[in-house]
């Protein structure tokens, strides 16, 4: 069993509509990193939360310590935000153990 | 400046030559990591050097060889490649070495080697 597991492993969605990505860890964390990455491209990190919840814009992460379980919300979706989704989660070394990634696709 | 900047964009390679990938910061990071990836995977971390020292060699086989010449700069010197090695490799930094800070990361460099 992975240590990080996301789904869903893909999505579509229209232009607009309301997303939502799961993430659900087994391990003790230090921290919870939500990461982008564009086909092709680097990795952009877009939060890094230990509890509660933090808004970027359209973004919006929510961390549940106790159920060990995350959240990534896009708002009024965009196909600028089609990209793969990456949860990570930082023990208390160097290490970050990543989730398989989440591909999103919004459809204009 | 929050960029991590790293050269070349794109490596061509044979199995018998030598390279070096290059990687630099200027954020007053402490930590900086090597990682490994193949396509529609998530990144494998190779190596993390904290305060220039290495702190972490995931088995990585020799034919990699990291250097950290000063504390904005990392290197990834590459030897007697082997085709399974293409790959996107990125170089991230953060201001220590924990998972508790943020990452930065690189756009990477895409290594193909024939």
């Known amino acids: 069993k992975n240590e990080v597991e996301q789904s869903p492993q893909n999505l579509t969605a229209q232009e607009g509509e309301f997303i939502t990505i799961n993430c659900s860890y087994s391990?003790?964390?230090?921290?919870l990193h939500w990461l982008q990455q564009h086909p092709g491209g680097g990795i952009v990190s877009l939060f890094m939360?230990?509890?509660g919840k933090k808004k970027h814009g359209r973004l919006i992460a929510t961390i549940n310590i106790q159920e060990k379980h995350s959240s990534l919300h896009i708002t009024a979706s965009h196909p600028r935000d089609s990209a793969v989704y990456i949860c990570?989660?930082?023990?208390?070394?160097?290490?970050?153990?990543f989730g398989t990634g989440t591909r999103l696709t919004i459809i204009p | 400046d929050t960029e991590v900047t790293q050269t070349p964009k794109h490596l061509v390679m044979g199995m018998t030559n030598k390279k070096s990938l290059k990687c630099e910061q200027h954020?007053?990071?402490?930590?900086m990591y090597w990682y490994k990836q193949k396509a529609k995977k998530p990144p494998e971390l190779m190596f993390v050097?904290?305060?220039?020292?290495?702190?972490i060699n995931e088995s990585v086989p020799s034919r990699f060889s990291p250097e950290c010449p000063n504390s904005s700069l990392l290197n990834l010197h590459l030897h007697a490649l082997q085709p399974e090695d293409s790959a996107l490799y990125l170089c991230?930094?953060?201001?220590?070495?924990?998972?508790?800070?943020?990452?930065?990361f690189g756009p990477g460099t895409r290594l193909t080697v024939t």
């Open positions: 991230a930094s953060s201001q220590a070495g924990t998972g508790a800070y943020e990452q930065y």
């Open positions: 391990v003790g964390i230090s921290a």
């Open positions: 939360l230990s509890s």
């Open positions: 990570a989660v930082g023990p208390f070394n160097e290490k970050l153990t």
């Open positions: 954020m007053g990071h402490r930590a």
């Open positions: 050097y904290s305060y220039e020292k290495l702190s």
